[in-house]
């Protein structure tokens, strides 16, 4: 996970190379937010990643999910996401990792009065045991 970590933090810094795949736009509870699925090269890893975001109508960042990390035939991190009625519940895949690093982490979204989407929770397990990070 620590490395999963790092390679989102180099993504704030600008270490890396993205490209706007797909814009669009998504309606969850009464707010429709604004979808954009880029592909990211990270420098330092090598990785190609295909990255899925949601913003708000004014354009601010609300949640986002790396989809897919790999690096020429290797898969490092794959996944998914479930809308619902009032919440975004994302779930990451670390597929090569060291045995104390977690193997998967499940984030979860809700819906504010105002349509904002805030953290709620984030859960990580490592070989089934659950560790609840926030």
């Known amino acids: ?57 004014s354009g601010e960042h609300q949640a986002g999910l790396l989809v897919e990390a790999r690096r020429d035939d290797t898969l490092f991190v794959s996944g998914t996401y479930q809308i619902e009625s009032n919440r975004v519940t994302t779930k990451n895949y670390y597929h090569h990792r060291q045995r104390h690093e977690p193997d998967s982490a499940v984030t979860v979204f809700v819906q504010n009065a105002r349509g904002e989407l805030k953290l709620s929770s984030c859960i990580e397990y490592t070989d089934g045991e659950a560790k609840k990070v926030r």
């Open 1 to 57: 996970m620590k490395n999963t970590l790092s390679i989102l933090g180099l993504l704030s810094v600008g270490l890396c190379s993205a490209t706007v795949v797909q814009d669009g736009s998504i309606r969850i509870g009464d707010f429709i937010y604004k979808t954009k699925k880029s592909k990211v090269f990270l420098k330092d890893h090598a990785y190609d990643c295909d990255w899925f975001s949601l913003y708000s109508p």
